[in-house]
C-alpha cells in the first residue's frame, strides 16, 4: 500500500553546476559581441536544421561568406546562421583557400565499382549470345578475371547501361496452376 507521504512518481531534476551557472550569468551580463550573436538574431530560414540529404543553399553560403568578409569568425557567422561550429570552420577555411564555400560533389563518382572496368566484357558476352543469364555472366566473370560479384550487382550496371529483359510473347508461362 503506498504511503500517503511519498509521492507516486518522482521526478529528478539535474541542475547545472555552480561553475556553469557562474559561466553563463557572465556571458549573459556582457553586452553583444560582435563574434558571438544571440541566437534570437538568426536570419536564416531554418528552424529545426536542414536536411542532410541535399547540401546547404547557395544563398546561404553567400550570406556566409558575407559574415565572413565583414569580420566574423567563422564560428560567430555559423552561429548566427543556425549551422554547427565545425560547419562555420569548414567552410571558412574553404572561402580562405578557393574564396568561395561550395558544395562538394556528393555521391559515387560516375563509372566507378569494381565492375566498371569490365563493362566491354559484359557487352561483348551479351552480343554473342542474347539469352545469357545474370548466373551465367556471374560465372563467366570469374572465370575470366577471378572477380567474384554477387548476380544482382551486375543486374543493376546492366540496367544502368540499358539493356533489359523483355519476356518473348511465344514463350511458355512461368507455372500452370493445376484445376
Known amino acids: ?7 507516486a512518481k ?11 551557472l ?4 557572465a556571458f549573459l551580463a556582457k553586452p553583444e559581441s560582435p563574434g558571438f550573436p544571440k541566437l534570437s538574431d538568426c536570419d536564416s530560414p531554418c528552424l529545426g536544421g536542414w ?28 552561429l548566427r546562421l543556425k549551422l554547427s561550429p565545425a560547419t562555420g570552420a569548414r567552410w571558412r577555411y574553404q572561402i580562405q583557400r ?14 566507378s565499382g569494381k565492375l566498371a572496368p569490365h563493362v566491354g566484357f559484359f557487352e561483348e558476352l551479351i552480343a554473342q549470345d542474347p539469352d545469357i543469364t545474370l548466373f551465367e555472366l556471374r560465372d ?30 511465344w514463350s511458355p508461362p512461368n507455372a500452370v496452376a493445376p484445376m
Open 22 to 25: 557562474e559561466n553563463i550569468k
Open 140 to 169: 563467366a566473370l570469374a572465370e575470366a578475371t577471378g572477380l567474384q560479384v554477387q548476380h544482382s550487382a551486375i543486374g543493376h550496371l546492366l540496367k544502368r547501361l540499358g539493356f533489359t529483359h523483355k519476356k518473348s510473347r
Open 98 to 111: 578557393t574564396g568561395r564555400a561550395t558544395p562538394a560533389v556528393q555521391g559515387r563518382p560516375k563509372g
Open 10 to 20: 518522482i521526478n529528478f531534476i539535474i541542475f547545472p553546476s555552480k561553475h556553469a
Open 51 to 78: 536536411i542532410m540529404s541535399a547540401p546547404l543553399p547557395s544563398a546561404l553560403r553567400a550570406r556566409f561568406q558575407r559574415y565572413i568578409e565583414e569580420g566574423l569568425s567563422g564560428r560567430a557567422a555559423a
Open 1 to 7: 500500500m503506498p504511503n500517503a507521504n511519498v509521492p
